[in-house]
């Protein structure tokens, strides 16, 4: 990510070494979610950014905080307490709004602007969805390169979530207008996924586009541990129950894939992790723990992971990770979204 950075900045030059041991620049970091807390898959790709950009940048942090999840306030307290492990300088997080995350937070926009005004920085970073509109307007207002970067084109998911949120199908031609001025205002726009580049690319020239795709940390997701047993089989399906399709892909599995697997192998174990589970999830055989902080040991002890979800856009982290820790993932078509098939142990059926 540096050297993308760099060429945009200074054009295609290589850094040099004496560039890379001069002055670090100075990363203005703005996000609506909270890169701390890993409650979704965006907020999973934050904190991996803000981390690895900091190894390189002086990264200073505005958020909202919580990312609006009901999580227990213990376990957002062990990510909080944390001292500062995604490296960054200075930060700030307010507090979360349902109308600043849908619309605009004045409170957001005035925290960025204090720092902005205060200090000089190298570049802007506004990351997901509508962080794009503070970020165009923050750059513009204090001439700093704006870069976008985009966890999944978010107007779409919009039009998908609006199938069973009128409200969110109302929003759309707002976040529309909000994704594509941002795009246009960018010096540098940073996708997840080709076919999000293909979407933006309609938009602005493809040499200002650059994919990122989703990844793993390979220190805590590989499949070097002792193989799982293999009674009880169990199955495990990972996503926050705040997002519509993972909330219509649990009422399926119970509704539907908890039966017909209990008739061949009553003996099986399904565990639906992710925060705020519906109530309507209980039924034989089903453990819906919430949030957990480590999914690690789910991960490593699941014979199989699934992800039946009606739609999806990006790259779904719940099975990039699975696929890390060497997982057989069953999805759906649209829950696959843009991972490529030719992993072999990627089944979408």
């Known amino acids: ?18 560039s890379l041991n001069s002055r670090r620049k100075k990363l203005f970091y703005l996000a609506v979610c909270d890169p701390d807390l890993p409650v979704t898959g965006a907020t999973v790709r934050m904190g991996a950014f803000v981390a690895q950009l900091a190894r390189f940048y002086d990264v200073t942090l505005v958020n909202m905080a919580g990312s609006g999840h009901r999580v227990d306030r213990e376990i957002e307290q062990r990510f909080y307490d944390r001292q500062n492990r995604l490296g960054v300088i200075q930060r700030a997080r ?4 349902r109308t600043g995350y849908f619309l605009f937070s004045p409170t957001l926009y005035r925290t960025a602007d204090k720092f902005l005004k205060q200090q000089s920085f190298d570049y802007l970073l506004a990351d997901y969805g509508l962080a794009g509109a503070y970020g165009m307007a923050l750059a513009s207002r204090h001439g700093i390169p704006l870069i976008y970067s985009s966890h999944n084109v978010e107007y779409r998911m919009y039009l998908d979530v609006g199938k069973y949120d009128f409200r969110r199908e109302m929003l759309a031609p707002y976040v529309y207008c909000a994704e594509r001025a941002a795009c246009r205002a960018a010096k540098l726009v940073v996708t997840i996924s080709e076919s999000d580049r293909s979407q933006y690319a309609r938009w602005i020239p493809n040499d200002r586009i650059e994919v990122i795709p989703q990844g793993f940390d390979p220190q805590s997701a590989n499949s070097f541990y002792s193989a799982p ?5 169990v199955i495990l399906f990972v996503g926050s129950f705040r997002s519509e399709n993972n909330r219509i892909a649990a009422r399926r599995i119970v509704q539907e894939v908890v039966p017909a697997v209990l008739q061949a192998r009553p003996d099986a174990k399904f565990q639906l992790i992710g925060a705020d589970p519906p109530r309507n999830l209980a039924a034989a055989n089903v453990e819906c723990p919430g949030f957990v902080d480590d999914l690690g040991p789910y991960l490593r002890r699941a014979n199989l992971v699934i992800a039946p979800m009606p739609f999806a856009h990006g790259m779904a982290t719940k099975i990039v990770t699975a696929l890390a820790f060497g997982k057989t993932v069953l999805a759906t078509p649209e829950g696959a ?3 490529s098939r030719r992993y072999r142990q990627l089944v979408v059926a």
Do not use: H, K
């Open 337 to 339: 979204g843009a991972i």
């Open 94 to 97: 307010v507090e979360f709004s």
């Open 1 to 18: 990510m540096i050297f993308l950075l760099e060429n945009y900045r200074q054009g295609a030059e290589a850094s040099s070494d004496e």
């Open 229 to 233: 047993a293999a009674t009880p089989p």
